[in-house]
């Protein structure tokens, strides 16, 4: 496989991973503060990457040049996931997910501030068509739905969340100086701990650690490991070969990964009319899977 095709397969698999914290993390958002809860999970996953990095690559000191990088992309993934916690407090799991699919338009935005990454009128229509499949998938086909959608508190929270989330991908490649994705990954990973140990040590300390409830250390132990660990070295590797616009457009994926989920927690199947929304997705990645004329550059080693 090309590097440009394993990006791909990467991405596929984040979507996949990244659907669930949205199915547990609304299960525990209220069992514990976004803070506490991300400073652990940042602090688990910089073990289980650190462990991986010495396994595989080991770690040089030179992969910690210019250390303030890995702080700016650790702050901008914290950001992330406190504001995303917040806002599911009180924003219901099918609104957040309509926020987070206007993701890869802002990503496409961040990618041409940044790095002047091209967005062309077949990528835009990718966009088009995979942002109208996730939502009719996030309102299992139901117009009645769509149209009581409302904007609260939350979902204003959230959406910050996901800007932040969308300077992320572009920023990897701008900041990358050739580290291998799991190094970069510890690096962010270990930098966003400590950022969120310093913003959240009431919390940490507040927090009655030995008399959680159990789905709290399930949720805090899958997206610390699965939707932390793992998903970041995906998307630290696919944000270095793909046009940010083409790495966000996975997330019109999630929910229809979500769905799954849903259905093996036994929370029901949706309706026939949702598979038109799936398969809107699936286009719109088929489109986005073809070479770009304009691809942006390949990424430069040192």
């Known amino acids: ?57 080991s770690l040089h000191g030179s992969a910690f040049r210019a250390p303030w990088r890995y702080f700016v992309l650790g702050g901008l993934f914290a950001t992330y996931f406190v504001l995303m916690f917040e806002g599911l407090k009180t924003a219901p799991p099918v609104s957040a997910a309509a926020v987070f699919t206007l993701t890869p338009v802002m990503a496409a935005l961040a990618g041409w501030i940044l790095l002047r990454q091209i967005t062309t009128l077949r990528m835009a229509a990718a966009l088009a068509v995979g942002a109208a499949g996730a939502l009719w998938v996030i309102f299992r086909a139901d117009w009645a739905a769509l149209r009581a959608f409302q904007i609260g508190s939350g979902e204003v929270i959230y959406f910050w ?78 944000a270095l070969y793909l046009p940010s616009a083409k790495v966000m457009a996975y997330t019109y994926l999630t929910p229809s990964w979500v769905i799954l989920w849903e259905i093996a927690l036994g929370n029901g199947a949706p309706t026939g009319l949702v598979l038109i929304g799936i398969a809107l997705t699936v286009v719109a990645l088929l489109m986005l899977l073809k070479p770009e004329d304009q691809a942006a550059p390949a990424h430069r080693r040192p």
Not at 28 to 37: D, G, K
Not at 162 to 183: F, Q, S, T
Not at 215 to 222: A, M, S
């Open 161 to 238: 969340g996901c800007v932040a989330h969308a300077i992320y991908a572009p920023m990897v490649r701008k900041l990358n100086r050739g580290e291998p994705a799991v190094v970069f990954t510890f690096g962010m990973l270990l930098a966003g701990c400590v950022m969120l140990i310093f913003y959240g040590w009431s919390d940490l300390r507040a927090t009655d650690w030995l008399n959680l409830p159990a789905i709290v250390w399930i949720g805090l132990l899958y997206v610390a490991i699965f939707a932390s660990a793992a998903t970041f070295v995906l998307l630290q590797y696919a």
């Open 1 to 57: 496989m090309s590097p440009e095709a394993r990006g791909h397969l990467a991405m596929l698999t984040f979507s996949a991973l990244v659907a669930g914290s949205f199915s547990l993390g609304s299960m525990i958002a209220n069992e514990i503060t976004p803070a506490a809860l991300n400073a652990a999970r940042f602090a688990i996953a910089s073990i289980v990457i650190g462990i991986a990095a010495l396994a595989t690559t």
